[in-house]
């Protein structure tokens, strides 16, 4: 079981990580910074997961229905967020100049 859940994590995941610079696309491109930033942040949020989770398990008491409803929860308003977020970038004109 745990095999599985470390399966469809991991699975998750990357799909968010490469959905990522496809929202953001219309508003900042699809140059390689787009896809380092996100790349960059996806790494950061699970490192800082893992070492969160490495201090719930070192404690005594189950955490583990706890994180999943959390991280339920927190996938649930990136889709909910999905058709907000977009258009309030859409009216700050946020550009990225690439000087070559």
Do not use: C, K
Request: hydrophobic content about 60%; cysteine-free.
């Amino acid at each position: 079981m745990n095999y599985l859940i470390a399966f469809l994590g991991g699975f998750l995941v990357m799909g968010l990580e490469l959905l990522a610079p496809r929202l953001v696309a219309p508003h900042f491109g699809t140059a390689i910074y787009s896809w380092a930033a996100a790349i960059g942040f996806s790494l950061l949020a699970l490192s800082f997961g893992y070492w969160l989770g490495d201090r719930f398990a070192l404690r005594e008491a189950p955490h583990g229905p706890v994180i999943f409803s959390g991280t339920a929860l927190w996938i649930a308003l990136i889709g909910v967020s999905r058709g907000l977020v977009p258009n309030w970038l859409g009216t700050l004109d946020l550009r990225i100049v690439v000087f070559q």
